[in-house]
């Protein structure tokens, strides 16, 4: 693809995290909405009239096999993220899917040796790691200026009502806090501490039969520990706080969206702001535009070594908590 290419994104799925997702591609140079679907016409035709593309579609089929889209956003809910990507992969589509990239490991894998075959780039759209805050602090670990971790405490919960038929609920759609928003404190401990060599799970298991709320606790052979927890029926400060020897570093309410970093170090605190004009997803798209340009099958940063590595450490929890998905 030539430097200045327009990639031609299509949109799979039009609900919440897809317009804020089409909001922000709307702000990056070279990117097209070409196409979106939804299993509702009406919503898909709404939805391209909002955003500016050229076509919607009634069905996903239809979106995978337009020959004008380079590349699928899949933005429905997790039990469908492996069909929805072996679909578009089949049809040359590259692929970002939405977190968590699939129900469980098997399916990743297959989405990932699909990718391979087809020679068709793919990623987990956890648009966390792209942030400038989490960048920020993960160079700041890696110069060592605070010297070793000692501990990681993230934390992300929210309260909703009760609706068995909604999509957090619904063990049909792959409900529960775990996969919906208690991945992003294990993502957290990933990237910042790598695999554990000990994993521990609890978990109050609601009348819909998902995980309401799920407490990890994660240890390492170096005496580091990371202490996480997901809830959607209780509000958390959705912090990540990581205890070096020589300071401490929180990532500031909201860590896994755009956000500000505070340093304490020698008694005194100091807060980085970074300024982002977009939801903040732009940051993850813009990567993705840079790696179809490279011709790649899987991204410099969210690879497919780390999206198998959470996927397990998913499933391992599961297990432990006994939750079960058909």
Not at 123 to 135: G, N
Not at 155 to 176: E, H, M, Q, S, V
Not at 227 to 246: D, G, P, V
């Amino acid at each position: 693809m030539q430097k200045d290419k327009t990639i031609k994104w299509g949109i799979l799925g039009c609900g919440k995290i897809a317009h804020k997702f089409a909001e922000d591609l709307l702000t990056i140079p070279n990117a097209k909405i070409e196409a979106v679907a939804s299993r509702q016409l009406q919503k898909a035709q709404e939805f391209a009239q909002t955003y500016g593309a050229n076509k919607y579609y009634g069905s996903y089929t239809e979106l995978a096999n337009d020959s004008e889209v380079d590349v699928v956003y899949i933005a429905t809910p997790h039990v469908f993220h492996h069909e929805n990507t072996l679909m578009c992969l089949t049809s040359k589509k590259a692929v970002l899917c939405e977190k968590p990239f699939a129900m469980n490991i098997d399916q990743v894998k297959e989405m990932i040796k699909t990718a391979r075959e087809n020679q068709v780039f793919l990623m987990e759209a956890l648009w966390t790691y792209f942030l400038p805050h989490y960048q920020y602090v993960l160079e700041v670990i890696e110069s060592k200026k605070l010297g070793a971790i000692k501990s990681l405490q993230a934390d992300f919960g929210f309260a909703t009502t009760l609706d068995p038929n909604g999509r957090i609920f619904n063990k049909n759609l792959g409900g529960g806090s775990l996969l919906d928003v208690g991945i992003y404190p294990l993502f957290a401990a990933l990237s910042i501490l790598g695999y554990p060599n000990k994993i521990e799970a609890t978990a109050e298991i609601g009348k819909t039969g998902v995980d309401e709320t799920c407490t990890v606790q994660l240890s390492y052979n170096n005496g580091v520990s990371a202490s996480l927890f997901s809830a959607i029926t209780q509000k958390t400060n959705t912090e990540a706080i990581i205890q070096f020897e020589k300071g401490t570093i929180t990532i500031n309410s909201r860590f896994h969206e755009p956000s500000s970093v505070t340093i304490y170090q020698n008694g005194k605190s100091k807060l980085h702001e970074f300024e982002v004009t977009t939801n903040g997803y732009s940051f993850e798209a813009i990567h993705v535009q840079e790696m179809l340009l490279q011709k790649r099958i899987e991204s410099s940063i969210m690879n497919f070594d780390k999206s198998l590595q959470l996927i397990t450490l998913l499933d391992t929890v599961r297990n432990k908590i006994g939750l079960k998905y058909d």
